[in-house]
């Protein structure tokens, strides 16, 4: 049998519109996310949040050396889920990335996601979120390292483009890694 969850990769303030990491149309992610929130919820199926949750010193920030400006401090505002994003209370949080040292763009680099979902039997996940272009590239990826089928949401899923094109190339090489492609209508 198979047995689906939903991954929804770091849909947090500071990647959304005002944030300090804003990803260029970023809120557009949530309409669809929160459809299948509701969907998995009434379905009863499992519902993995992940989230960026770096110390105030994180070696990514710029002042750190880092590519990024500051971002996702655990415990700050920006860190915090989008306000329109649904509530599900039943689903699993996955910090990401919470050591100074190095960076995780992947959900399941230095986590316990593999384990929880091979714990619950899941065989197949359903990932969305930001940024198309960093952690939901490297999230499906190593989704499929972990043997799941893994299928990315293209309608809900933004990227950064630092150089233009980054986000086409991301749904090119999670294509070559074995991911599917898919919109997220076909599963609400
Ligand atoms: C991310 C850049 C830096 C992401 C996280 O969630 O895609 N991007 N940290
Ligand atoms: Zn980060």
Redesign the pocket.
């Known amino acids: 049998m198979n047995k689906t969850a939903l991954i929804v990769?770091?849909a947090q303030r500071d990647?959304c519109a005002g944030g300090s990491?804003a990803v260029p149309d970023g809120d557009a992610v949530i309409p669809p996310i929160n459809a299948l929130i509701k969907k998995f919820q009434a379905d009863g199926k499992l519902i993995f949040l992940t989230r960026?949750w770096h110390p105030a010193d994180h070696s990514?920030f710029a002042d750190q050396g880092g590519?990024?400006p500051p971002?996702?401090v655990a415990g700050a505002t920006g860190a915090a889920f989008h306000p329109d994003l649904l509530a599900c209370p039943e689903a699993t949080v996955v910090s990401k990335?919470t050591e100074r040292e190095g960076?995780a763009?992947s959900g399941f680099d230095g986590t316990l996601l593999r384990a929880q979902l091979l714990a619950a039997e899941v065989t197949d996940v359903l990932i969305c979120g930001?940024?198309s272009?960093?952690?939901?590239k490297a999230t499906a990826i190593d989704a499929v390292k972990a043997g799941l089928a893994t299928t990315v949401l293209t309608d809900a899923i933004r990227g950064?483009d630092v150089q233009p094109g980054d986000s086409q190339l991301a749904l090119d090489e999670m294509k070559a890694a074995g991911v599917k492609l898919a919109l997220s209508d076909s599963f609400i």
């Open positions: 990769v770091d990647f990491l960026d990514s590519l990024w971002h996702c990335a960076d763009y930001l940024a272009d960093y952690c939901v950064v």
